[in-house]
């Protein structure tokens, strides 16, 4: 799998949160700060979201993908369920999230 697919998977969330009742439309992600991104596989992996790094250089390539920042942000929340992003919810599907997982455990290739 290639970065593509973590693009249109993290597209989709944003799509699917802000045509959820109650949610921003369209969702307001400048709060994250000026470098948070998915536009490119360069913009998502210098990406800091709140002060973190949306994917830390070394969790890349060697098994631990789990503890990325985005793959906790999305799987649980850091700092727990209220935190889980996308804020809220709908929720990206565990399968999906895993898919990004497996794709930072892979080596982040394009
Ligand atoms: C290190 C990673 C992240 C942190 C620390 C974080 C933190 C936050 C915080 C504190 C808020 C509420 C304040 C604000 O609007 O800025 C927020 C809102 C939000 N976040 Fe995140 N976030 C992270 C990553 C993500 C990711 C990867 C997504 C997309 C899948 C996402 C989607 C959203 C959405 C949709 C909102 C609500 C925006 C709105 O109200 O229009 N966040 N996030």
Redesign the pocket.
Known sequence: MGFDRVKAI?DE??RV??SHPG??N???????GKT?S?ATKAALLAA???????IQPEVIGNGQGHLA??IV??RTG?NGPA?R????GPY?PDPQIKEIEDWIDGGCLD
Do not use: Y
Request: hydrophobic share 40%; charged share 15%.
């Open positions: 993290l969330s944003i949160w802000q949610n921003d369209p969702a307001d992600l400048s709060g994250h948070f998915w800091v979201g709140h002060g973190a790094r949306l920042n985005l942000d999305l850091r935190s992003m996308p804020q809220g990206i």
